[in-house]
């Protein structure tokens, strides 16, 4: 994203909004960037296959996570560079609270 807006910052909320999606997300931030196979994913978080990969897909479609060959398995991992412009894109919108209030 060469420009952050509000569709952008949608896009990428709305997707980390679902409970599983996040949870999915978090760990394959925990992960690091040698990344995680879909099966791992699938046993750490009790989600069935089927289900892992339908949210993997929506999080690869935001670019939240990617995906890469090894051998057999697809592993995946977190892209972690639009957390930062999405909380700040936030931050901007808002009003600091008044120390009076």
Known sequence: MSRFDIKSAAEILGA???ENRLRIF?????AGPDGISAG?????????????TFHLK????????????????VIYSA?????AP??????SKCTP???DT
């Open 79 to 83: 892209t972690c560079e639009y957390i």
């Open 58 to 73: 929506e999080l690869s479609r935001t670019g939240l996570v990617k995906s890469r060959q090894q051998g057999r398995f």
């Open 16 to 18: 980390l909004a679902h």
């Open 86 to 91: 999405v909380l700040e894109f936030l931050h």
């Open 97 to 99: 609270l008044s120390a």
């Open 40 to 52: 791992v994913i699938s046993a750490s978080s009790d989600l069935t296959p089927s289900s892992v």
């Open 26 to 30: 978090l760990l394959l931030a925990d």
